[in-house]
């Protein structure tokens, strides 16, 4: 099939912008686990992995959970420009590496990122056209308080952090374009799906819809 | 159970404001059987209809398709200030009530809009904040064509003239929000509904989310 026959076809789909999807939450109110579920089911979805400098919990993986740095190296990426947000959360900093991004939208995948205003706010001023930013709210303090409890590898010093931590966090909700109340997981997840479905459908999005509606126009 | 424990329970959802849909296309390219299916499957969807000089066509109902009213009723109802858009297509004037639109967002629920560009801009502005506003592009000019021939209770005339103006009406696209290339009705329904659940998660549309917040801060 030549070049000019695959464009013209009824199957041409058109090509967009990857999306910066922006996911921000208390500690607790069930972003990580909706987090991984669109990953699960969403091969077009990637994680963006962050750089931090707080210690490696049990369970997680270099690379995939975060890149562990000492704080020396942290302040390199920062001097270097190499992030695209950071921030200071519980003593520990955490960042994203920008290039990771860029490699990510290069193949065509939507990035997901588990940040927190301060990050969101960067992400804003580089890249608002890209960004969709949603904030995760528990149904109730003391659900949040229940879900942070059963976090096992959690020390009672940091929970009690955390849970502290969650009326300034939730603070910044009104800085998101969207809001889910966490009732439950699956419902959460289908409305964070419908949302990355229904951005992924804005116009300034779509690679090549002049070139498609002139050839409309043209009569093909 | 007490009006205060209903506000705290873990099932309190918040309240949100109507939204405006408008979906536009030139004709044949499927809105009117998208609209029709989006309404059979969510009964928080309603219909506007609009007012029209133009004359009732077989199987059309007066009050469910479009209100039919004389030209010079219509001109009243323009200078009544009682049309919340209103354009003259093909020598006929259609105009939309506003009140059946507010009766509608007071009891709940969102108000889909079968109009063109020119009611879209005009809802625009006068409510930015609650449109949200689709067009449906055909897949290819052929696909138009067939879809067109196969409306029976056009004549051919009809049918001619609606083709000639689809470049014209195309010409609008980048007003709106959001594209759907309808390749088949089924996929371009599950699109919409997507951006109708997700536009129903837009923050600035909850109503009660500053005291929803305030509460959870609180410790509730």
Redesign the interface.
């Known amino acids: 099939m030549s070049k000019k026959a695959k464009v013209?076809s009824?199957?041409?789909?058109?090509e967009r912008r990857g999306l910066l999807l922006v996911l921000s939450s208390p500690s607790g109110a069930g972003k990580t686990t909706i987090s991984r579920q669109l990953l699960a089911r969403d091969q077009n979805l990637t994680m963006s992995v962050s750089a931090t400098t707080r210690p490696m919990r049990p369970g997680e993986i270099e690379g995939i959970d975060y890149y562990f740095v000492e704080p020396t190296e942290f302040n390199l990426m920062i001097n270097r420009r190499e992030l695209m947000e950071y921030a200071k959360v519980f003593d520990n900093y955490y960042g994203t590496p920008i290039s990771a991004v860029e490699k990510a939208l290069r193949i065509g995948k939507d990035v997901i990122f588990d940040i927190d205003w301060q990050g969101s706010q960067q992400i804003a001023e580089r890249a608002r056209e890209d960004l969709v930013s949603?904030?995760i709210?528990?149904?109730?303090?003391?659900?949040?308080d229940r879900r942070l409890q059963n976090r096992a590898q959690d020390t009672e010093k940091v929970v009690s952090a955390r849970m502290a931590k969650?009326?300034s966090e939730?603070?910044h909700?009104?800085e998101?374009?969207?809001?889910?109340?966490n009732?439950n997981v699956e419902e959460s997840v289908a409305?964070v799906?419908?949302?990355i479905?229904?951005?992924r459908?804005?116009?300034h999005r779509?690679i090549g819809?002049t070139d498609?509606?002139k050839r409309?126009?043209e009569?093909?």
């Open positions: 013209l009824d199957e041409t789909k058109l949603i904030f709210l528990p149904p109730s303090t003391a659900e949040l969650a009326p939730m603070s909700y009104a998101y374009d969207f809001i889910v109340v009732y409305q799906e419908a949302i479905a229904a951005e459908l804005r116009r779509m819809l498609f509606v409309l126009q009569g093909y």
